[in-house]
């Protein structure tokens, strides 16, 4: 699942990356750092959990879900170039979290899940492709259509 579609799923439709943490694009680091702090106490599960006394499994999950949302728009947020390239074009443009895994050096209590190298669908390159020509090029686009209307307006 990539960010876009967790957020979406967790806070709707129409939900941006700044929305789990109720900020906008001017916000700082500082208050996103703030609002991350704010928000992971409000959905974490298991205050959630304690606050609700109930054992609603479907609030649980949605619970959850939040959550999880709200550390992974913080985690890209955080991120100067993430954040630049979302703010830019509205997409995340390294949404490959799936294909990594934990590094060597954690290998402490953890189990290792032996993992072969799988080629990436040739429509996940296409959208990758795409990613990097809208990063790049957003600009150029964008007065492309300006240009489009001038000439409307023109003629």
């Given at each position: 699942m990539?960010?876009?579609s967790l957020v979406k799923s967790?806070?709707g439709?129409?939900?941006?990356?700044?929305?789990?943490?109720?900020?906008?694009?001017?916000?700082?680091?500082?208050?996103?750092?703030s609002a991350?702090?704010?928000?992971?106490l409000?959905f974490?599960?298991?205050?959630?959990n304690?606050?609700?006394?109930?054992?609603?499994?479907n609030?649980?999950?949605?619970t959850?879900?939040k959550?999880?949302?709200?550390?992974?728009?913080y985690?890209?947020?955080?991120?100067?170039?993430?954040?630049?390239?979302?703010?830019?074009?509205?997409?995340v443009?390294?949404e490959?979290?799936?294909?990594?895994?934990?590094?060597?050096?954690?290998?402490?209590?953890?189990?290792?899940?032996?993992?072969?190298?799988?080629?990436?669908?040739?429509n996940?390159k296409?959208?990758?492709?795409?990613d990097?020509f809208?990063?790049?090029?957003?600009?150029i686009i964008?007065t492309?259509?300006?240009?489009?209307?001038?000439a409307?307006?023109?003629s």
């Open positions: 990539t960010v876009i967790a806070f439709r129409k939900a941006t990356l700044y929305t789990p943490l109720n900020c906008t694009k001017t916000s700082s680091e500082s208050d996103l750092r991350y702090k704010k928000a992971a409000r974490h599960p298991d205050r959630a304690a606050n609700n006394n109930s054992s609603d499994n609030n649980d999950g949605d959850t879900l959550f999880q949302a709200v550390s992974a728009a985690q890209v947020l955080m991120d100067e170039k993430q954040r630049a390239a979302y703010d830019a074009t509205g997409r443009l390294e490959h979290d799936d294909d990594t895994s934990s590094s060597d050096s954690d290998e402490g209590n953890q189990q290792k899940v032996p993992r072969r190298k799988q080629k990436r669908p040739r996940q296409q959208q990758q492709w795409e990097f809208h990063s790049i090029f957003n600009e964008s492309g259509s300006q240009h489009e209307n001038n409307k307006v023109y």
